[in-house]
Structure formats: C-alpha cells, structure tokens
C-alpha cells in the first residue's frame, strides 16, 4: 500500500494504525529527502527544491553524485563540506540548469536501455524542465 508516496513497505510504522496522515508524510519526506542528504544545507531555494526533487524520484545519493559531477569533485554520493564549498564558488541557476541537462540525459539513457519505459519519457522530461532557472 503507498499513501502520499509513502509506501507500507518502506515505512511499516507510519502504517501502524492502518494509514498514513499528511503531516506523518511531511515528516518522513523531511528526514529522508531534506535532512538526512543534507540538502538543507543548499543555501538556494531553487537549487535545493530541485535537489529535493531529484532525490525523490531518483534516491539522494544520484541527485547528488549528478551534483558533484558538475562540481567536478570526487563523486561518492555524499552531500559533504567539500561538495558544499566547491557549490558555494558556482552560481546556482548555472548549477541548477547543468543538473536539469544531467538528469534528462539520465532519463534518456534509462529509456534507452529499457525500451519499455519511453511512455514515461515526457513527464520525465517534463518534470526535469520544470526546473529550469
């Protein structure tokens, strides 16, 4: 069972009296999608939501390595001081505008190699532009 994207499997305890509230869905979005990659501590809004996004849909640790590609350093899918400071000397809508190309390229390549998933190709794109600055 999933109730606002919050899977039964995933988070047996916030299904513990058989349903999942809005503010019990907040929360776990919060902790697994904000504080624990430590996207928070992206200071812009833009690039942040963004990161929140892709972390979503794809898991933390790919927004992030995609981040610290662009970045160009060592990519280990940790959102740490060296990711930060090299962040803080780039301009974020040139960042964010570079992650939105990674990640269409990303969703591209899925498509690519799993013909099957080309219906989803357009909301995928879609999503990803959305994000553009």
């Avoid at 690039?47 to 933390?60: I, K, M, W, Y």
């Avoid at 960042?95 to 909301?123: H, T, Y």
Wanted: aromatic share 8%; glycine share 6%; hydrophobic share 45%.
């Amino acid at each position: 069972r999933t109730q606002y994207g919050i899977s039964e499997r995933s988070n047996p305890g916030a299904w513990a009296d058989g349903r999942v509230t809005e503010e019990e869905a907040r929360a776990i979005y919060e902790a697994k999608y904000v504080t624990y990659p430590k996207f928070h501590l992206v200071q812009d809004d833009h690039l942040r939501a963004h990161l929140v996004d892709f972390g979503v849909n794809s898991g933390p640790a790919v927004a992030i390595s995609k981040l610290q590609a662009i970045l160009g350093v060592v990519v280990d899918g940790v959102l740490g001081t060296r990711t930060l400071e090299a962040l803080a000397l780039r301009q974020p809508a040139d960042v964010n505008n570079k992650l939105v190309a990674a990640r269409i390229l990303m969703v591209c390549r899925i498509v690519q190699k799993v013909p099957s998933q080309l219906k989803f190709l357009v909301g995928w794109a879609d999503r990803c532009l959305s994000f553009l600055k």
